[in-house]
């Protein structure tokens, strides 16, 4: 058998393997799908019709604040989901199973390979979930062409894959699993210093460059732009050089410690 035969079929196995894990124990994908679906309806319900003011100059109503915030719900559920695999992925390292496949006669990368194949369904999964509560509460992207869904559906999956190498890296080198669900939540809180809920313009001078140039933001724009019509300016190829500077460091990142991690 080839190499590359040996590598996809140990990736496969253990992606089932996290998949049958992740079916068996659900509380954690469920319990960080809550965070985005309570913040939607939170900002929608409660806080919609004063956060709309803020957007288009005062003369949005809570439809347009739906149709503003669902994008950034959907790439902080990602954020959300990929905290999951951290934890995950160090729960691997510190129950002695790593070590057990380290001496079987499968291909190294096939157990990285795994956990991230497995987190992107799950994000994929997950925005499907809040996307389909998104419509549910009023969220509509009527002007959007098929080759624009498509275009969004890959920045979601690109950034999945992004976001999910960081974790991965993130829960290697946590020493146990509260470690690495602390160390992975900016994942999560990030979205929320970025243009999701309220424009850049609307944030503090001072503090406007962080907002813009992070990389929720660029995407979240870069989803809007697909969806809702508005304009993506430079956001488009920005979303794209932070997703796949992520994927690179966090690959390396996470290869480099699991070769080396003694545990």
Same mark, same amino acid.
């Given at each position: 058998? !080839? +190499? ?11 992606? $089932? $393997? ?5 079916? $068996? ?6 319990? @960080? /799908?809550?965070t985005p679906?309570?913040? /939607? *309806? @939170? ?18 109503? $809570? ?7 669902v994008p ?29 496949f380290r ?6 990368? !096939? ?7 497995? !987190?992107? *369904?799950?994000? =994929?999964?997950? =925005? ?6 998104? =419509? ?21 999956? *690109?950034? #999945? ?12 080198? #946590? ?5 690495? &669900?602390?160390?992975? *939540? ?8 970025? +243009?999701?809920? %309220?424009? %850049? ?24 732009? @697909? ?10 190829? @920005? ?8 994927? %690179?460091?966090?690959?390396?990142? +996470?290869? &480099? ?7």
């Amino acid at each position: 058998m !080839s +190499s590359l035969s040996l590598a996809v079929r140990d990736s496969n196995t253990m992606l $089932r $393997r996290n998949l049958l894990h992740a079916r $068996r124990y659900p509380s954690m994908t469920l319990n @960080l /799908l809550l965070t985005p679906v309570m913040l /939607l *309806l @939170l900002f929608v319900y409660i806080f919609g019709d004063v956060m709309s003011a803020g957007i288009d100059g005062g003369g949005a109503d $809570r439809s347009d604040y739906i149709a503003y915030i669902v994008p950034g719900i959907l790439l902080m559920t990602i954020g959300g989901t990929t905290i999951g695999t951290a934890v995950a992925v160090s729960m691997d390292m510190n129950e002695g199973i790593i070590a057990r496949f380290r001496t079987m006669a499968i291909h190294r990368g !096939s157990v990285l390979v795994g956990h991230v194949i497995g !987190s992107v *369904l799950q994000c =994929v999964l997950s =925005v499907i979930l809040v996307g389909a509560i998104g =419509v549910a509460i009023g969220f509509r992207s009527t002007d959007a062409t098929l080759l624009e869904w498509i275009a969004a559906f890959g920045l979601l999956v *690109l950034f #999945s894959m992004a976001l999910t190498w960081v974790a991965v890296g993130m829960g290697l080198i #946590s020493p146990n699993v509260e470690a690495a &669900s602390n160390n992975a *939540l900016p994942l999560i809180l990030l979205p929320m210093l970025s +243009s999701a809920f %309220v424009p %850049v313009d609307a944030m503090p001078g001072w503090f406007q460059p962080i907002a813009e140039y992070q990389p929720f933001t660029a995407a979240i724009e870069t989803l809007r732009g @697909l969806l809702l019509g508005t304009e993506i300016g430079h956001n488009g190829w @920005l979303a794209v050089v932070w997703c796949v500077g992520l994927a %690179v460091l966090g690959y390396f990142w +996470s290869t &480099s410690k699991f070769n080396q991690d003694p545990r």
